[in-house]
């Protein structure tokens, strides 16, 4: 068989060239998201008699104060907040990580009549802008009387569609093996669940809380509508207490967005680890 004389080589002369280009791009996108942030941090530390408002705007406070914190804890029920907030987000996470589980299982393993009906009826209610459905929520907390209370915001977060078609979708990929194993063991479908499913599917689980937890502690228009009481306010109600017709302080606003960014910011990256894709070893290993 003859020998080509040139034989073609690899082009691989571009690829450092491509690499420096993507890594650049990504820099600057990453630059992009971090001076809101650190425009953030910096209003809030600028002490009293600082212009907050120069032109360019400045990154680093001249005269760097704990001036807003110490008025935002001092002259402001913030932990009181922080509690509520923290309750609300920490009993929806496991309501939803218990219920969605709980329904997508059955949804993805078992057969029975009608199962893809409810799982359209299920996916189609992600459609539905929950100012659709604000007004007659509304309506039924007010007939069972929980009105005013932190059980009307965790009640409606209890159970998501998103979160049922994930752990769905999640379920699926688990190999077919390791069930029969587990019935073969004498687990009953509630221990296949438990010994099986959730543990093949701990980072979509943890992605899951993740999703939810961001969404009920940012949660603003639910908690506004449902509650009166100051006491029961949580955080971005009580960020928006700040902020009032007479007086705006930028400082202690900034301040306040601060403290709310941080419980996100310490989750994500305690929890950044475990968000892995699915794999069946972790089921084994279980």
Same mark, same amino acid.
């Given at each position: 068989?003859?020998?080509?004389?040139?034989?073609?080589?690899?082009? %691989?002369?571009?690829?450092?060239?491509?690499?420096?280009?993507? #890594?650049?791009? !990504?820099?600057?996108? &990453?630059?992009?998201?971090?001076?809101?942030?650190? /425009? #953030?941090?910096?209003?809030?530390?600028? @002490?009293?008699?600082?212009?907050?408002? %120069?032109?360019?705007?400045?990154?680093?406070?001249?005269?760097? *104060?704990? =001036? &807003?914190?110490?008025?935002?804890?001092? =002259?402001?029920?913030?932990?009181?907040?922080?509690?509520?907030?923290?309750?609300?987000?920490? $009993?929806?996470?496991?309501?939803?990580?218990?219920?969605?589980? !709980?329904?997508?299982?059955?949804?993805?393993?078992?057969?029975?009549?009608?199962?893809?009906?409810? #799982?359209?009826?299920?996916?189609?209610?992600?459609?539905?802008?929950?100012?659709?459905?604000?007004?007659?929520?509304?309506?039924?907390?007010?007939?069972?009387?929980?009105?005013?209370? #932190?059980?009307?915001?965790?009640?409606?977060?209890?159970?998501?569609?998103?979160?049922?078609?994930? $752990?769905?979708?999640?379920?699926?990929?688990?190999?077919?093996?390791?069930? =029969?194993?587990?019935?073969?063991?004498?687990?009953?479908?509630?221990?296949?669940? /438990?010994?099986?499913?959730?543990?093949?599917?701990?980072? +979509?689980?943890?992605?899951?809380?993740?999703?939810?937890?961001?969404?009920? /502690?940012?949660?603003?228009?639910?908690? !506004?509508?449902?509650?009166? =009481?100051?006491? !029961?306010? %949580?955080?971005?109600?009580?960020?928006?207490?700040?902020?009032?017709?007479?007086?705006? +302080?930028?400082?202690?606003?900034?301040?306040?967005?601060?403290? *709310?960014?941080?419980?996100?910011?310490?989750?994500?990256? @305690?929890?950044?680890?475990?968000?892995?894709?699915?794999?069946?070893? +972790?089921?084994?290993?279980?």
């Amino acid at each position: 068989m003859p020998v080509p004389l040139h034989p073609r080589q690899p082009r %691989t002369r571009n690829l450092p060239l491509a690499a420096a280009a993507q #890594l650049i791009l !990504l820099l600057l996108v &990453a630059l992009a998201m971090l001076v809101p942030l650190l /425009w #953030l941090v910096s209003t809030s530390l600028k @002490g009293p008699a600082e212009n907050i408002f %120069t032109s360019p705007p400045a990154l680093l406070p001249a005269q760097p *104060s704990l =001036e &807003a914190y110490t008025r935002l804890f001092g =002259e402001n029920p913030i932990l009181t907040y922080l509690l509520n907030s923290t309750i609300v987000s920490a $009993l929806a996470v496991l309501a939803n990580l218990l219920f969605c589980s !709980l329904a997508a299982y059955p949804l993805a393993r078992m057969r029975f009549k009608g199962r893809g009906l409810v #799982l359209a009826l299920v996916v189609a209610t992600i459609l539905i802008p929950f100012q659709v459905v604000m007004i007659p929520l509304y309506l039924l907390m007010v007939q069972i009387g929980l009105r005013n209370t #932190l059980w009307a915001l965790i009640i409606p977060q209890a159970a998501t569609a998103f979160g049922i078609y994930m $752990l769905r979708q999640s379920f699926l990929g688990v190999p077919v093996e390791l069930e =029969e194993a587990a019935r073969c063991d004498g687990c009953t479908p509630l221990g296949e669940w /438990w010994n099986v499913m959730i543990p093949a599917a701990r980072a +979509d689980l943890i992605t899951l809380a993740m999703f939810v937890f961001i969404g009920t /502690w940012s949660d603003f228009l639910w908690p !506004l509508v449902i509650l009166d =009481e100051p006491e !029961l306010y %949580t955080l971005p109600l009580g960020l928006q207490q700040l902020a009032s017709s007479f007086s705006l +302080d930028w400082r202690l606003v900034a301040a306040g967005s601060v403290i *709310s960014i941080l419980p996100v910011l310490v989750l994500f990256i @305690g929890l950044q680890r475990y968000i892995l894709p699915s794999a069946s070893g +972790d089921a084994v290993k279980g």
